[in-house]
């Protein structure tokens, strides 16, 4: 399937693993829309990615803006999710429970009002993607409430493929990717990506780039729906 002249719409788009989407299927002629609730990102994006990308500045919490948005956009093909803020890890014992509803409201909530919004406008044969993390199935100390934003999002991947039939609706599921997720310290950081590596049978760290290839798969590939795809160098045999 090619993705020349196909719409795709990337939330979150302007940085990390969906900057690289917007990359990958500009690349391939695909006509993108990144969207993100800052107006530099949006930007700083349009000024490095190809001719023709678009942008738009929307705040996800913000469910009667998008289904706007949606609405003003008309037919897509493919809906992508990779917007987050950075990762909430803390052991439970010290856990701010107004931060945990805050993470859910982005992580899952937004994603859900995006699907409500964009589903009337895609294409039968289209596709949504979606972004979880291996937090889920292998789990922490200290990942109580992103294993379980991850598990949700999972667990919706799947009923969502079942409902929108025939749009197929699949979910990556990364590991440790290097990208602005990770917001700690340089240097430990760094050190958190090394020692991560060298417990990978792969003994590396994924770059975005790779793990939008894996978006690339399931936006062109026509027999896939209801699918979770790991991409962790191995990490879950560590």
């Not at 937090?135 to 919706?156: D, F, H, I, W």
């Not at 917001?183 to 790779?210: C, G, K, M, S, W």
Request: glycine share 8%.
């Amino acid at each position: 399937m090619s993705l020349d002249g196909q719409r795709i719409v990337i939330l979150g788009g302007t940085s990390g693993i969906g900057y690289a989407v917007a990359a990958a299927t500009a690349a391939q002629g695909a006509k993108v829309t990144v969207v993100s609730s800052r107006r530099a990102n949006v930007d700083k994006a349009l000024a490095e990615l190809p001719a023709g990308t678009t942008g738009i500045v929307a705040d996800l919490n913000d469910a009667d803006r998008i289904r706007a948005m949606f609405g003003e956009l008309g037919a897509i093909d493919h809906l992508v999710y990779t917007a987050g803020e950075p990762l909430l890890l803390s052991p439970v014992a010290d856990l701010d429970l107004d931060s945990a509803r805050k993470f859910f409201e982005l992580r899952y909530f937004s994603v859900l009002a995006a699907v409500q919004a964009a589903a009337p406008h895609l294409r039968a044969d289209g596709s949504i993607t979606l972004t979880t993390g291996t937090a889920g199935p292998r789990p922490v100390p200290g990942s109580s409430v992103t294993s379980s934003v991850c598990g949700a999002v999972e667990a919706l991947t799947r009923a969502l493929a079942v409902e929108l039939a025939p749009i197929r609706v699949n979910a990556v599921m990364p590991g440790v990717v290097r990208s602005p997720l990770w917001n700690f310290p340089e240097d430990l950081r760094e050190q958190f990506y090394a020692d991560t590596a060298a417990a990978t049978p792969l003994r590396r760290i994924a770059e975005v780039d790779d793990i939008a290839q894996a978006f690339v798969f399931f936006l062109t590939q026509p027999h896939a729906t209801a699918t979770i795809l790991p991409l962790d160098g191995g990490a879950v045999l560590a």
